[in-house]
């Protein structure tokens, strides 16, 4: 049997016009502001134990290591917190006399926090910037030609278009014997959470996406080895590691001493530095310094 020419190229025609339409549509990614949802973030991040489990291993964390800086430098801290959100670990840090700049991308984010601040008998050293990473450098140019000591960027990482560039920026902002602090959604925990959970269809689901209207699961997280690979190349040197909520999210089981909010948070600070339990943590903490 003979195919003609003109059939061929039919035949090719509508192989091409098949590529195209299955050809997938590309979003253009863009940084993640919770401006319109500020009250449901509140409230989910922050209104529970998950939220106190959270605080109780920053707080661990980085309250350590900036009193030891201050007592090195002999002088309060200069702290930079990007994307704070509700800011409380900054807020906290500027109640223990330390000058804080707090940033966010979020108005309504920022007004929470700011009326925490204004339930404080202290007079605390803040100043406040609404706008995106971005443009902070402008906006910091304007009040300080200083870098900062401490640099915190929590629940960032994963809500940025280009995640990678933020790290130029510290690079910029940060003093010569300074730290940074980043914690961050660890992807791994979502899949071994939907194992425990017996939800294989969406781990099967490879154009799974959450619903980042009211969703607080990241879409593109990024893994720790990746965050650790961007370290190097910067030359940071990494100081500790934490795991944030290292068992609690797995257990669809209360039971014992599961129920006794305190015990929970213990154990949790117990486990969280230790190996491997603390690479489960639903969020991980890295607390790095830049190398010579």
Same mark, same amino acid.
């Given at each position: ?21 299955? &050809? ?199 893994? &720790? ?28 089981? &209360? ?38």
């Amino acid at each position: 049997m003979q195919t003609n020419r003109q059939d061929i190229k039919n035949s090719q025609a509508t192989d091409s016009a098949e590529q195209v339409i299955k &050809k997938p549509i590309e979003v253009t990614r863009t940084d993640r502001s919770f401006d319109t949802i500020a009250d449901h973030f509140e409230k989910k991040v922050y209104g529970g134990l998950k939220g106190d489990i959270r605080l109780a291993v920053l707080r661990r964390d980085i309250f350590a290591y900036s009193a030891q800086m201050s007592k090195t430098l002999g002088r309060p801290l200069r702290i930079l917190d990007v994307g704070a959100g509700l800011a409380q670990i900054a807020i906290e840090l500027a109640a223990q006399g330390h000058t804080l700049a707090i940033n966010d991308i979020s108005v309504n984010m920022l007004d929470k926090a700011k009326e925490s601040v204004e339930q404080s008998t202290q007079n605390l050293d803040i100043t406040w910037y609404v706008c995106p990473y971005q443009a902070l450098e402008e906006e910091l140019a304007v009040n300080t030609t200083e870098n900062f000591d401490l640099i915190m960027c929590h629940a960032l990482l994963e809500w940025l278009a280009e995640p990678a560039a933020v790290m130029d920026f510290f690079d910029r902002h940060l003093t010569e014997n300074g730290a940074i602090s980043l914690c961050f959604y660890n992807p791994a925990s979502f899949d071994y959470r939907n194992l425990i959970m017996g939800n294989f269809n969406l781990l099967d689901n490879t154009e799974y996406k959450a619903d980042n209207k009211k969703s607080l699961t990241p879409n593109h997280p990024v893994a &720790k080895e990746e965050v650790q690979s961007w370290l190097e190349t910067h030359h940071y040197h990494t100081l500790l590691a934490s795991g944030l909520r290292v068992f609690h999210d797995y257990s669809p089981l &209360k039971r014992g001493g599961h129920n006794d909010p305190e015990a929970v948070i213990r154990m949790e600070l117990r486990y969280s530095q230790l190996e491997p339990y603390k690479w489960l943590g639903r969020y991980l903490h890295l607390l790095a310094t830049r190398t010579s």
